[in-house]
């Protein structure tokens, strides 16, 4: 009996699926023709959109319909983002917060706005930063006049090696104690091969500078990775670049310990909302950095380092004071502390992509 309630159910079920589905178009295929289920999930169609994901039922196959989406796609990221940019700019707490709160369909996510910006940065980068070989005019004045300072310096740099490996010879000679020479040797290397890059730099390029480095940091594998780099500059210039576009994520999770310090003791404040201080954080600063960049290339090149010197300080005061609800001086001493964890996280970062780069 139970059997036949069951056989029954099924029918009837189907029947009303069947009743609510838009007839079959006599076996026509083409993109006109009615469907019965969701072309994306299976699920049975009962209207224009499917109950299940929201597609359309009914499915363009036109170029000009490909074109529409794509016109589509574009005036609604450009509609969010005239009502994120403004406020990542002038009011970036009040954006940070009003995400964290549940306001999002108005606005673009900080993960999406945070890979646009990134790589928004690095394509400005590639096409304002010239050649790593690129010199001033060998035959200007400013050259002329520091040439000669420049080949005393290399020399005088020669002299003090040539002086600290006799040192140390006479020390191991004597069986005495080799550190303090071998410590000066090393200094006078150094200041030798800042010398003789300075002088190439202005006289034969930036590459013979590199090139002419005395490299010997003690450690054999590491002063070839040096060598190899130091021999083609605008392939490793290259390879950072394209190491640190690719690892820029890891800018995230490195910030997030140190902010969560900042704020552990406060109740309400999760590492969620942490995530989408810093992604908004790094997207305005990727912007500043793109703007820096072309203004690098113009007249008002000399506005950059004021540039970047005094508006993340701010740009970071007002995030912190307005996304996390904090007093003056609350704000403040969490500025500087945000100022000291940036410089660190660069640090951090920097020397992961040279780590990547050169391993």
Request: aromatic share 10%; net charge neutral.
């Amino acid at each position: 009996m139970s059997d036949e309630i069951e056989a029954a159910g099924a029918m009837t079920t189907a029947a009303l699926v069947a009743t609510a589905l838009p007839p079959a178009a006599g076996g026509d295929d083409s993109e006109n023709a009615h469907v019965h289920a969701c072309s994306n999930c299976g699920t049975p169609l009962t209207g224009a959109f499917c109950s299940s994901c929201g597609q359309r039922a009914h499915i363009h196959r036109s170029l000009l319909h490909l074109a529409e989406e794509v016109l589509h796609g574009v005036s609604h990221f450009d509609a969010k983002g005239w009502r994120t940019l403004p406020l990542l700019v002038a009011r970036p707490g009040l954006l940070t917060r009003r995400y964290i709160d549940g306001q999002r369909t108005r606005y673009v996510s900080p993960l999406a706005l945070f890979l646009f910006t990134v790589f928004l940065m690095f394509v400005v980068f590639s096409f304002t930063t010239g050649s790593i070989d690129d010199l001033p005019n060998p035959r200007s004045a400013a050259v002329a006049t520091s040439r000669a300072a420049l080949e005393d310096a290399a020399k005088q740099g020669d002299a003090k090696v040539t002086a600290a490996r006799a040192a140390l010879e006479k020390a191991k000679r004597e069986d005495g104690d080799i550190t303090d020479a071998a410590d000066d040797l090393a200094s006078a290397v150094a200041e030798q091969n800042i010398a003789k890059m300075a002088n190439g730099a202005v006289v034969k390029g930036w590459r013979a500078g590199l090139r002419e480095m005395e490299i010997d940091t003690g450690n054999v594998k590491l002063d070839a990775s040096i060598r190899r780099a130091t021999a083609n500059p605008d392939l490793t210039l290259y390879k950072l670049k394209n190491t640190a576009y690719k690892f820029s994520f890891m800018l995230v999770p490195i910030s997030l310990p140190f902010l969560w310090l900042m704020f552990f003791w406060r109740r309400g404040v999760s590492v969620y909302d942490h995530a989408v201080f810093t992604l908004y954080s790094l997207s305005f600063m990727s912007l500043l950095f793109v703007v820096a960049a072309l203004l690098s290339v113009t007249r008002a090149s000399d506005v950059v380092p004021v540039l970047l010197f005094f508006v993340p300080p701010v740009h970071m005061f007002m995030q912190l004071r307005e996304a996390y609800g904090l007093k003056f001086f609350a704000t403040l001493w969490r500025t500087f502390a945000l100022v000291v964890v940036a410089l660190t996280v660069f640090i951090l970062f920097t020397m992961l992509i040279i780590t990547l780069t050169m391993g």
